[in-house]
């Protein structure tokens, strides 16, 4: 019989007996729960691997699956267009802006990285699909978030982004011949701008919105300037009814006689206190799908929003066959991770129901397209693109130039 301790426990040869006992059936108990587990399957341990893939999925989902969260961060349900790769834009541009005329394609400035931009004009053919030509901007002008309109053949650039990095706007404003491809100046806006909606109107150059010098502040001041061929006919611009909800990173559109502002944002980056460079620092963002219309009596209209938030589209757009058609940008950020989530769909606004539809997936999820439509095909160059299929997230800037054919 083993000897018991002094105060009546057992020995320390009995617990070690009696916890050796214990493992051993437990460990043949746990065996025997996981063969039968898996008696049903071919391979038990590559099948313990797929349990075990599928428990750590769970968890990762959790937090999401666990808690009412609204869906307009994810894809939504649309047809898969066929996309064919055109050639690539001569450099990869980010916020850049675009003009169509007739089947030339204007692409300005724009980001290359976070601390180069671009300073010049790259000019793509619909007819040939080629890059064929380049030129200057003036070194005045700004390199980002421009506003831009065209008559069909004067192209209007006012205010925008000076530099790389996170740099504030400028006030300056200029108009280029393309057919001589000469620039001269405008009266400079009575305060900078960043990313506004711009558009000719009646015979007026409209800026709308975008964000304050700080980069962040929505700004609601909507100004216009009277032009013709080219040429100011005024010497100020004119304070004009404010838009009702302030912002960069929208459309803005005139088609029969109707002028569109569609989607947009408040906030945005800003400069890091005190950097030489004004490096970026993220503020709060809050992205909106908002439509408004300018009406014969110079109202503004609210209109059906668009599927989902949409901001970043400002060159993003084209019109087709009385529809406006709007291809990727950003919405809103991701519930759970913060992070900024890219859109992959294109979608139509019937303009004559005022109803939005979406019509097709783009090859991958991108912002700050810069759109043609020529001969039946939908075009889409530059930006920033995605991750991948599993990650909406923004990573490369691109001048990668796709199409797509359309019929509606």
Known sequence: MAKSSSNGRPSSVKLVFILFFTVVVGAALVSDLLWASLSHSHS?????????QERLVEKRRDPVRDRNLPATFMDLNATELQWEEMASAPVARLDGAAVQIGDLLYVFAGYRTIDYVNSHVDVYNFT?????????????MAHSHLGVASDGRYIYVVTGQYGPQCRGPV????????MTRQWRRMPPLPAPRYAPATQLWRGRLHVM??????RYEPALEHWSIAVNDGRVLENEWRAEIPIPRGGPHRACIVVDDRLFVIGGQEGDFMAKPGSPIFKCSRRHEVV????????????????????KPDSHIEFAWAVINNSIVIVGGTTEKHPVTK??????????????????SVIGKMPFRVKTTLVGFWDGWLYFTSGQRDRGPDDPSPRKVIGNMFRTKLSF
């Not at 909106?288 to 209209?301: E, F, P, R, S």
């Open 288 to 307: 909106y799908g908002d439509v408004y219309m300018l009406d014969d009596k110079m109202n503004w209209k609210v209109l059906p929003p668009m599927p």
């Open 128 to 140: 040939d699909n080629t890059w064929c030509g380049k030129f200057d901007m003036p070194k005045e």
């Open 44 to 52: 038990s341990s590559s099948n313990w691997v797929v349990v075990k």
């Open 171 to 178: 006030a300056h404003t200029f108009v280029l011949d393309t």
């Open 209 to 214: 919105g975008g964000s304050k010098e700080d």
């Open 339 to 356: 992070k900024m989530i890219l859109v992959g769909e294109v979608f139509q606004f019937h303009l004559n129901t005022l109803k939005w």
